[in-house]
């Protein structure tokens, strides 16, 4: 998979998941997302909790 799109970072190190991104991870308001570090690279993945 390509380039969805990208995003700046604020001066207080935000940034905003773009709509591409929150759609193609389905994920809103209140979701919680996981990021990880594999092979040099970061991988976000919506995060399932299984409570």
Partial sequence: MGT???TKISEKN???VPKPVRNFLDVGAGDRVEWQVEDGK???EKFEDDE
Avoid: E, F, Y
Wanted: charged content about 0%; overall charge neutral.
């Fill in 4 to 6: 969805l799109t990208n």
């Fill in 14 to 16: 935000l940034t905003t």
């Fill in 42 to 44: 970061i991988i976000v």
